[in-house]
Each structure stands twice: as C-alpha cells, then as structure tokens.
C-alpha cells in the first residue's frame, strides 16, 4: 500500500504470485509500472533511445535546466535533462512508444539523475557549493516480464484503496513521522509528470497539496486504524521504526506504539519481529538503539 520504488514488490515478484503494487507519489507509480506491468516490449526500440540520449549534444535551455540548473545539477546536465524528458513525451503523444515504454525511460532518466545529483540523497534541498561536472549517462532497465502477468499498480490514497482489494499478505511501511516524502522527492514527482507547474522558493518546489500524505500528519492514528479495520487480508505486516521521542519533533513517530498494539490487535493477536539497523542520516546526529521491527498479525476478526 505504500510501496515506494517497488523493493519488497519486486523482491517477491513471482510467476505463481500476484502483486497489487500502490503508492501516492506518480514518480513511484512510475517506476512500479517499469518494473511490474506486463505489457510487451520492445528492447531494441528502448536501448537505441537510450543510446540516442546518452550522446545527445545540442539543446536549448528549457522548463528544467531554468529551475534547476546551476542547483540541483549543472547547467549542463540540466538541459540535458529536459531535452530527453521533452522528447520522452513527444515521442509518446506521436505514438511512437507505448505508455510501458514511456514509463520504462521515465525510470531509466530518474534513476540516472539520482546518482549525479547534487543533494544528500533527496530533494529537500540542494548542496550549497560548486557543482562537480559529471556525466548522464540512462541505461536501460533489467527486467523482463515474465512474472508480472499478474500484477496491478496503483497511484491512489492507501485508504481509498484498501476497500476495493483483497490480498493474502498486506505489508504496510508508511511514513513513521512528519517529513513528507512530496517534499523530499518533488523534482522527480515534476520530472514525471512533466505538466511544468509554477515553482516557488529556493528549492524550486510545486504546489504538492493534493499529494501531502495523512500518515505524516496529527491525523496518522486515525488513518491507520481505518486502513486496519478495512483490510481484507489474511497477514497484516506493519513496518514501523522506534523513533519515539529520541529525535527533533519533525523525526518523531506519528503513530506512538500503544496505538499500533490497540488497533491491530483489533483483527488478532499481534507479534514483534526486530532487528537492529544503521540509520540512515545525511546531518551529523547519531542515534544509538535503532530497531527495524516488524508486527505481524494472523487475521483472526
């Protein structure tokens, strides 16, 4: 239901299993789609796109490389960016690529970008200092469709969804605390979309309220236990960090772990699964004691 990138979704990805892949942002919806659709192909027809991409020399400036240049990446880079997710798009709207492939690209650019960008890891902000030249370079996905006969992907609100399907196993790792991931991740959410919305501000952001996530606000409790009590599982998996109280207010858990024990125990008896972990941290606070745990339920009412 809050599926990201896909990791757990492709991880058990099988022939003989069906997987119904959800997310709120369209970036992650995307890259899902790459990954789990099963709709053909054409692997030639991609990787001499990407090969066209990768040696492109001539641009103009564009809608990225004028709000994101000099920033989130070099001039250079920049223009380059828009030239290729420009073209993406006229090449879908001429019927050249099928929305598969489109999505396929799509991925293959967000994650080129991802590996030069000049930030800690996200998009919250950028890296104040000059921005090392570096080279774009797509490459094509490695996937095949093989398993994905099966599968569905979604770009709705968890608890909107939850009432329309039945699963056998319902993992759930939802946001833990008040960081919206539309914050962090609004250059690729944009980048997917390519709609070229109005920025604003130093970290050139859009309007993002139509995809601010519940679960990162007071509402989280209340939220969770709608998705419980609707569930139409026979497993209910819940990954959820133990922050606490331990960081700044904007790190803390939404959702306090007696409230987490009250409402899944409302469909069973509820395990704990831990497991000790190096947290991830791009400022200087070290935290000790960090458990990734899981509570697991055998749907019994």
Request: proline residues 2%; contains cysteine; charged residues 25%.
């Amino acid at each position: 239901m809050f599926a990201g990138t896909g990791t757990v979704a492709n991880y058990f990805n099988y022939k003989n299993i069906k997987i119904i892949s959800n997310d709120l942002l369209y970036h992650n919806f995307v890259t899902n789609s790459a990954f789990l659709n099963s709709h053909n192909f054409d692997i030639k027809k991609l990787e001499l796109i990407i090969h066209n991409f990768n040696n492109l020399t001539s641009f103009e400036p564009n809608y990225f490389s004028e709000h994101f240049g000099e920033k989130y990446f070099s001039q250079d880079i920049a223009v380059k960016i828009g030239a290729i997710r420009e073209e993406i798009e006229n090449m879908f709207k001429q019927n050249q690529i099928s929305l598969t492939e489109k999505n396929m690209l799509i991925t293959s650019l967000i994650y080129a970008i991802d590996k030069i960008a000049n930030t800690v890891g996200h998009y919250d902000a950028y890296l104040k200092k000059p921005i090392r030249e570096q080279k774009l370079n797509l490459e094509m996905l490695d996937m095949s469709t093989d398993n994905n006969i099966n599968n569905e992907i979604f770009n709705c609100n968890a608890n909107n969804l939850i009432r329309n399907i039945e699963c056998d196993i319902l993992y759930l790792d939802p946001p833990y605390n008040s960081r919206q991931y539309s914050d962090a991740y609004h250059l690729l959410e944009n980048l997917a979309y390519w709609n070229k919305p109005e920025l604003f501000g130093e970290a050139q952001k859009f309007d993002r309220s139509h995809i601010k996530s519940d679960y990162n606000k007071s509402s989280a409790t209340a939220v969770f236990r709608d998705l419980i009590i609707n569930a139409k599982a026979k497993y209910i998996l819940l990954s959820y960090n133990n922050m606490g109280n331990q960081g700044n207010s904007r790190s803390n858990a939404r959702i306090q772990d007696k409230d987490i024990l009250e409402i899944l125990g409302l469909r069973g008896e509820v395990k704990i699964f831990e497991k000790e972990f190096k947290e991830y941290n791009s400022g200087k606070q070290k935290r000790e004691n960090n458990i990734e745990r899981i509570f697991f339920v055998k749907v019994e009412k």
